[in-house]
C-alpha cells in the first residue's frame, strides 16, 4: 500500500482488505491549477499532460514514489493498466498471508498444553479464503484511488510506453511529458521454464496460487524458494495433498543452510511430499481442465490437479519502450544508489521496485521509492544530492547492506543481512555465532518442544554485525531489532548494554552474545 498507510489511518471502506491492500480508479489535481472533472477516457480527472513526474506502475513502489515527489512539491501522475495497489496486495503480500496466518495461530495453539485440546478438526478451509478475499479488497481497487485522490496524485488508466526523452504514451494515444523525471516502477513477472508441456498446461504461477477459490486435490510445487514454501504449507494446510520438486540441494537457497533444513523438516512432518534434487522433465494436461501430469527427473509421472511453478521471476520491462531511450527491451534496468537508471543521457529516469533486480521485496520496493522521491526532489530543487553519504537521504544503501525478509511458514525463517558464506565471499573475517532458539525461556513458554535455531554473522576486524538469522515460530518479530543492528552497524560492545526482557525470545541476543564472549 503506498505511502506508509499503513500509519496514516484509512478510512473503513480503504481499508476493507487491510494493511496493504487496495483499488482504483481516478484522482485529482497533482498538477498546479489542474481541474477535477468526473474523468476522462483516459480514466483520469486531471487534464494536464505535462507533469513533473511521471510514474509508470502503481504497486506500492509506484504509489510510494508519487506520494513522496507530491510531497515535496512536485506534480505527479500514475499509469496502471491493472490494479492500483499491485502485486503485493492481491497477489502477493497480503493474500499469501492471509492464508498463511491461520495456519500459524492453529499451529501455534496445538504447541501449548492446556490450548491444544481446543483446537481441533481441520481449518474451515472455505472461511481461510473467504479472509483472504477480504483481505485482498475482493480484486477492486476503488479503495486505493480514492488514497491517491486524497493525496492529490493523478490516475492515467492503461499501459505507459516510452517514447524518447521524458515522454510516455498510453493506450489511447495519450501523451504524457515529464519536467524532471520518469519513474519506472513496473515490478517484475513469474517466468515459465523451458519444460516440454508446460505452457500448454496452463500451470499456477504466484497468481493462481495466492488467488484460487478451491483447494486443489493434488497440488505439485515445483521450486524450493520463498514463494514455493510458503504456498506448499498454505494449501497442504488447507487439505491438498502437496508434492514438491526442487531441482537444488535444499529449501530457501539464499538463506543460511540450516534454515531451509528446518522448514523442509517441518514440511514432510505436515505431510509434504519434498523432492529435492529433482528437476522436471515434462507437463501434461489432460483435456479442458482435467488433471495434470507432472513427470519428475529422476522419478515417475505425477498426477495431480495443479502444478505450481515458483522458479525465477523477469523484469516487466518487454514493452516499456526502452529501445526509444537507448535501453533493452525486457532486461532489468540497472540503477545507482539514488535509483536512477544507468546509461541514459540527462538523468531522468528512474527506476525503483524489482525491476531494477536489486531487491525483489515489496518493503525494498517502497524504501527505494522513498530514496528515490528524495533525490528527484532534491535534484528539481536543484539541492546538492548527498551522494558521498553511504547513508543517507538520497542513496539506497540498505540494498546492499542490510535487507530484511521473512518467510512466512511454519517454523517462520526470518534473515537480515549476509549469510555467512555470503560475507565470506565479500572478503570480510567474519565468525557465526549459533544459538538453540528452543533453549531460551521465553522460547520455551512460547511452545512446548519449540523448535529453532539463531544464527548472528560477526565482522571480526570492526565488531559489528553483517547479518542475523532466525528459524522458528514466531521469529518475524525479532527481526527488526536485527535489522536495526546491522544498518546502524550497532558495535557489539554496545549490544551488549541493549538488555532484552525477560521471558521473551529475543533473549536470544543475550545467549548469543554470551557465546560470542565466551561468557
Known amino acids: 500500500m503506498a505511502a506508509e498507510r499503513e500509519t496514516r489511518g484509512d478510512t473503513a471502506g480503504e481499508r476493507e482488505a487491510g494493511a496493504e491492500t487496495a483499488a482504483g480508479t481516478a484522482a485529482s489535481g497533482a498538477a498546479p491549477g489542474a481541474a477535477p472533472g468526473a474523468g476522462d477516457a483516459y480514466g483520469a480527472h486531471g487534464t494536464h499532460d505535462t507533469y513533473d513526474v511521471i510514474v509508470l506502475g502503481g504497486g506500492p513502489t509506484g504509489e510510494n514514489l508519487a506520494d513522496r515527489v507530491h510531497a515535496a512539491g512536485l506534480s505527479a501522475v500514475l499509469v496502471e493498466h491493472e490494479l492500483v495497489g499491485g502485486e503485493c496486495s492481491y497477489w502477493a503480500c497480503m493474500p499469501s498471508k492471509a492464508l498463511l496466518r491461520p495456519v500459524a495461530a492453529r499451529d501455534g495453539a496445538r504447541r501449548v498444553a492446556g490450548a491444544k485440546g481446543a483446537v481441533t478438526g ?86 493462481e496460487a495466492t488467488s484460487a477459490q478451491a483447494v486443489p486435490g493434488h497440488l505439485v510445487v515445483v521450486g524450493g524458494g520463498v514463494v514455493g514454501v510458503e504456498m506448499a504449507t498454505a494449501w497442504r494446510a488447507l487439505g491438498a495433498e502437496v508434492t514438491m520438486l526442487v ?103 528512474y527506476a525503483a521496485g524489482d525491476v531494477n533486480h536489486r531487491a525483489l521485496l515489496t518493503h525494498q520496493g517502497k524504501y527505494q521509492a522513498r530514496v528515490a ?107 527488526h531489532a536485527a535489522t536495526v543492528a546491522v544498518a546502524g552497524e550497532v558495535p557489539l560492545e554496545r549490544l551488549w548494554h541493549a538488555v532484552p526482557s525477560y521471558p521473551t525470545i529475543s533473549e536470544i541476543w543475550l545467549r548469543l552474545l554470551e557465546t560470542y564472549r565466551g561468557d
Open 247 to 349: 531441482r537444488g540441494d535444499g529449501l530457501l537457497p539464499r538463506m543460511e543452510p540450516f534454515a531451509g533444513e528446518l522448514v523442509a523438516d517441518a514440511l514432510r512432518e505436515a505431510g509434504v511430499d519434498v523432492r529435492t534434487g529433482t528437476g522436471v522433465r515434462e507437463v501434461r494436461r489432460a483435456g479442458n481442465g482435467g488433471p495434470v501430469t507432472v513427470v519428475p527427473d529422476p522419478g515417475d509421472g505425477i498426477v495431480a490437479d495443479e502444478v505450481l511453478i515458483a522458479t525465477g521471476r523477469a523484469p516487466r520491462t518487454g514493452d516499456l519502450g526502452l529501445e526509444t531511450v537507448g535501453l533493452t527491451p525486457g532486461e532489468w534496468l540497472e540503477v545507482d544508489d539514488s535509483l536512477r537508471v544507468t546509461g541514459v543521457p540527462g538523468g531522468w529516469l
Open 373 to 479: 522521491g528524495a533525490a528527484i526532489a532534491a535534484r528539481a530543487r536543484g539541492v546538492p544530492i548527498l551522494e558521498s553519504d553511504r547513508w543517507g537521504a538520497h542513496s539506497a544503501s540498505a540494498d546492499h547492506h542490510a535487507v530484511p525478509q521473512v518467510v512466512f511458514t511454519d517454523p517462520e525463517a526470518a534473515a537480515v543481512g549476509l549469510t555467512a558464506a555470503e560475507a565470506e565471499r565479500a572478503g570480510h573475517r567474519v565468525r557465526a555465532v549459533d544459538h538453540d532458539l528452543g533453549a531460551v525461556a521465553g522460547a520455551s513458554l512460547y511452545a512446548d518442544g519449540y523448535r529453532g535455531r539463531a544464527r548472528m554473522v560477526v565482522d571480526l576486524d570492526r565488531e559489528v554485525l553483517l547479518g542475523a538469522t532466525f528459524v522458528g515460530p514466531g521469529v518475524a518479530e525479532l527481526l
Open 122 to 207: 481441520p481449518l474451515d478451509a472455505s472461511a481461510v479464503l473467504a479472509r483472504r478475499d477480504a483481505f485482498a479488497a475482493h480484486w477492486r481497487d476503488e479503495g486505493q484511488v480514492r488514497w491517491l485522490d486524497g493525496a492529490g496524485i493523478d490516475l492515467v488508466r492503461g499501459r505507459g510506453r516510452l517514447d524518447g526523452p521524458r515522454r510516455v504514451v498510453v493506450d489511447g494515444g495519450r501523451t504524457l511529458i515529464a519536467r524532471h523525471a520518469v519513474a519506472v516502477c513496473t515490478g517484475s513477472r513469474p517466468v515459465l521454464p523451458d519444460v516440454p508441456g508446460l505452457a500448454d498446461a496452463r500451470p499456477w504461477t504466484s497468481r
